[in-house]
């Protein structure tokens, strides 16, 4: 019960007796006073007839006697008049049956009215006649006494909403502190550290809100400290201080990624471009007129690719790389105009030095060797210097499988796949690095095609993804993975979701319905985002970790670390646990700055109660240096996806 709801009902409570005292008090006072004019009435009566009926019994007329209490009691307001001689003998007797017009009967029997009749005697002189009772009639006393309390009922009650109404504007004021620390702390729960804006008027709540704020305050500092570590261990690692682009060894990790990795990437194009002479011009005039015409070649390919270069790289001295996703040969080509014919004031103003540029352009696939790829690339280079100065030559011998024909034809075979049920899951464990004991199976959906034959996902999730079909998919996955919960042991198990079933309304209601179908099986379950999907849309993101906390399920982020906005992730959506890219892992062995920077990343998440799990660990020496930077690892060395 609510604190609010516990206030409402003690006020109550007590207002309730408080009032019910008031109406019964009152009550109590009009009947008694009632009685007391009830007995007036009735004596006065007696005194009255006293007089007419010494006249008839003084002549032992009992017509007349009878006359005389008749004229009295026919009036209306009398119950009982009794007349009797000395020796007690009823000489006269009137009387009405009992009845109270109007009123219930349960307040006639809760407050009964029974005021004492009124007597006088009945004397001519000195001599005594009898003696005459009267009872007056309380009906119209209790109607009176009904009316009364029922107005005094209904100004208490609209005394009782008064005070019911006031109570809660008064609560509402003291208690909006209190709403206010309880967000602060739920944020607090979920690694937000926010302030309380509120300022309650109470001592001891803003004593309480002023606490709440430091202990948040302080936290973040300390993690706006480690992020800022983290940050600059990954600038020195693969930031290029002169241009603000990313530097070699990014550019060789971030396309490794793309032509191995799992990301939703079915083919793009590589572009390559060397300056001609800035050694010459390094040494002839200046150094920093050579750093002047590198700088100005990075902000201008910032302009022109922006939009569509997912990696912008300086690769040496004098070399620059550039990625584009998810375009094919001839969309490629035209970025490569765009940004040749922006650069041509640039290299004019250093024409007289022989200063020029070769821009090169390669298609590429997933799974196509790296070395192979830039191979391809400096051949284009290289025939683009032969053509003359400041050209271009793009080589399109690599024919994409994902053409249009291609296209449609895997929409067909996903199409299919849905329509079927034609999956197989592949599952690899993920162990935690000090015991080997297991944290989750992770899930890993494969395509069968009209053969029977595993599809990977990287070969399908790209062509998915550009039908829009990843909803789909991964209601399949996450129906396959409840049917197998459901059929096994307690098994843990983590799924992949894309970024489109995350923005998906109706994806993630029909979600949060069959994870409350689990019941308490929920909790086995975990739902794994890409550090690049969720900074795509990190409110939808947020969303949906939200959503798969409150069924019990847990929520993680894969691949985290390498992308430069992997800190900022962190921060603004902090996960249960995060799997640090593969590449990081061999970080760690690498040069000592290279090795600070992945430490500062497990820090920055372990400082958060983040769980920090390695990937691509596949020997025994790997998995024992890497107890104590990372909690858990997956890998080959641990076991291979293999059917379940």
């Not at 530097?247 to 971030?254: K, P, V």
């Not at 024909?405 to 895997?410: D, K, N, Q, V």
């Not at 042991?489 to 983590?494: N, S």
Request: aromatic share 6%.
């Amino acid at each position: 019960m609510t604190l609010r709801r516990q206030i409402m009902l003690a006020i109550s409570a007590v207002f309730i007796c408080i009032l019910i005292g008031l109406l019964v008090f009152s009550v109590r006072g009009t009947r008694d006073y009632l009685e007391q004019q009830l007995a007036s009435h009735a004596q006065d009566a007696a005194t009255a007839l006293s007089v007419p009926l010494a006249q008839s019994l003084s002549r032992d007329d009992a017509v007349l006697a009878e006359l005389n209490v008749s004229s009295f009691f026919d009036r209306g307001f009398f119950k009982r008049i009794v007349v009797t001689d000395t020796k007690g003998k009823v000489l006269v007797e009137r009387e009405l049956p009992a009845k109270v017009a109007n009123v219930p009967e349960w307040f006639t029997n809760a407050f009964p009215l029974a005021p004492p009749g009124g007597e006088a005697f009945v004397s001519a002189g000195w001599r005594q006649l009898g003696r005459v009772v009267v009872q007056s009639q309380p009906e119209h006393a209790y109607q009176y006494l009904w009316n009364s309390a029922r107005e005094v009922a209904i100004w208490v009650t609209l005394a009782y909403g008064v005070a019911l109404l006031l109570s809660h504007l008064l609560l509402q004021v003291i208690l909006n502190p209190l709403y206010a620390i309880e967000r602060s702390a739920r944020a607090v729960q979920e690694r937000r550290f926010e302030q309380i804006l509120t300022k309650p008027a109470a001592r001891e709540l803003a004593r309480v809100v002023r606490a709440m704020n430091d202990m948040s305050r302080r936290i973040a500092e300390i993690l706006d400290t480690e992020t800022a570590k983290a940050e600059a261990f990954r600038k020195q690692v693969l930031h290029d201080e002169l241009t603000g682009l990313d530097n070699r060894r990014s550019f060789d990790l971030h396309l490794g990624e793309l032509l191995t990795g799992p990301d939703p990437v079915a083919h793009g194009m590589v572009i390559g471009l060397e300056i001609n002479g800035l050694k010459e011009l390094n040494t002839g005039v200046s150094y920093q007129r050579g750093n002047a015409l590198l700088q100005a070649v990075a902000r201008i390919s910032g302009v022109v690719l922006t939009n569509s270069a997912s990696i912008r790289a300086r690769l040496g001295g004098s070399s620059f790389g550039f990625v584009l996703m998810d375009v094919n040969f001839d969309e490629g080509k035209s970025w490569c105009q765009e940004l040749l014919s922006n650069l041509e004031e640039v290299f004019a103003g250093v024409q007289d030095e022989g200063v020029s540029c070769s821009v090169g352009a390669v298609p590429f696939k997933v799974g196509e060797s790296k070395g192979h790829l830039m191979a391809r690339l400096d051949l284009a280079i290289e025939a683009a210097r032969q053509s003359g100065r400041n050209t271009m030559f793009a080589s399109n011998h690599l024919v994409s499988e994902q053409d249009a024909l291609g296209s449609e034809r895997w929409r067909a075979l996903i199409q299919h796949a849905l329509n079927d049920n034609r999956w197989r899951l592949l599952a690899q464990p993920v162990v935690h690095l000090s015991d080997q004991t297991l944290v989750h199976i992770e899930l890993m959906a494969r395509l069968l095609d009209e053969d029977n034959a595993m599809v990977p996902a990287a070969s399908f999730v790209p062509m998915a993804t550009r039908h829009k079909l990843m909803p789909e998919v991964d209601r399949a996955v996450v129906l396959l993975a409840c049917a197998r919960l459901q059929a096994s042991d307690a098994t843990p198990m983590a799924i992949n979701v894309s970024l489109q079933s995350v923005c998906q309304r109706s994806f993630v209601e029909w979600l949060r319905g069959v994870l409350r179908e689990q019941g308490t099986k929920a909790k086995l379950l975990s739902f794994e985002m890409s550090c690049f999907g969720v900074s795509q849309d990190v409110d939808a993101s947020r969303a949906f970790a939200s959503m798969v906390r409150s069924q019990g399920a847990r929520f993680g982020i894969d691949r985290l670390g390498l992308d430069r906005v992997s800190t900022r992730v962190l921060r603004q959506l902090p996960p249960d646990y995060v799997k640090l890219d593969s590449v990081l892992s061999h970080e760690v062995d690498g040069e000592q700055t290279a090795a600070d920077w992945v430490n500062s990343i497990a820090s920055l998440a372990r400082s958060m109660d983040v769980q920090v799990i390695a990937q691509g660990v596949d020997t025994e020496e790997k998995a024992r240096r890497l107890v104590g930077t990372y909690d858990a690892g997956q890998g080959y060395f641990f076991g291979k996806p293999e059917p379940l």
